[in-house]
């Protein structure tokens, strides 16, 4: 039952206590940047990458500028060279069966992928860019992935004009099998603040964000507190929500943790 605690807000439970299994750090790395194409080419081996057992892959990272060329930045971790070795040889592959190959310009791709590690890394990064954020950045259904980058792309294209957006980058990231963490990175400047970019964003975009995600494409974010939770569970199927609601009653029938967390 561990997993129906994990991400509940506290709402099913008290978490009383804790057991974690621990392994050793793997020793061997490897790093790599490829350059695969047009969309159809990236899903194609996006898909064979993912489906493979067990992953060739400690991350995987697909990534886009504008009507550009998609690139996989890669990521092996492992415990001995040889197992590095293997895993790299079927991500080659499979690259290299979809028409994809070693980045040409691995080292500018490299650090665009090193722009989604972390929001003050990535400011360094692009020193150009004053303010950013992960726009649209949801867990959506893999088959759905591309759609809803598509989508997002024309949401961006008419609400936020008057923004100065200097980088602009589509991203998929795995999420085990079944989902993907998906979005468009935006950097904005001549000054922009975050503050301002915070209010365009709500007014514009906040509620067309939520129903697209979830109404559409069956998605949604990792929000577990607050309005956000309760805006996200607004938008649940009647089954969904009789579902949550049963658990609900069955765990805690007085409401008694996190009270009317999603207002069910």
């Known amino acids: 039952m561990t997993g129906m605690f994990v991400g509940d807000g506290g709402a099913f439970g008290i978490k009383t206590e804790a057991a974690y299994s621990l392994h050793p750090a793997p020793t061997a790395y490897f790093q790599a940047a490829y350059e695969i194409g047009s969309s159809e080419r990236m899903w194609a081996a996006y898909t064979r990458l993912v489906e493979t057992a067990p992953f060739p892959y400690t991350r995987l990272l697909a990534f886009r500028e504008p009507a550009g060329t998609w690139h996989f930045f890669v990521v092996i971790r492992g415990h001995s060279d040889e197992e590095v070795a293997l895993k790299r040889s079927i ?46 950045e949801a867990l959506i259904p893999r088959p759905s992935t591309l759609a809803y980058l598509a989508t997002l792309n024309k949401l ?50 906040f509620h067309q964000l939520h129903r697209i995600m979830s109404q559409e494409f069956g998605g949604f974010t990792e929000a577990c507190q607050g309005e956000p939770a309760a805006l996200n569970a607004s938008m649940w199927s009647p089954e969904y929500r009789e579902f949550m609601k049963n658990i609900k009653m069955a765990l805690d029938p007085n409401d008694i943790l996190m009270p009317s967390l999603w207002k069910i």
């Open 156 to 205: 961006i294209d008419i609400e936020l004009e008057e923004l100065p957006i200097v980088k602009r980058v589509e991203f998929t990231v795995p999420f085990l099998r079944s989902t993907t963490i998906t979005g468009v990175l935006l950097y904005f400047g001549n000054g922009t603040t975050r503050d301002t970019v915070s209010e365009v964003l709500y007014k514009k975009t």
């Open 91 to 136: 991500a080659d592959g499979i690259v290299a069966e979809h028409g994809g190959g070693v980045a040409k310009d691995g080292a500018n791709i490299t650090r665009i992928a090193k722009m989604f590690s972390a929001r003050r890394l990535g400011q360094q990064v692009l020193q150009s860019g004053s303010a950013m954020t992960y726009f649209g």
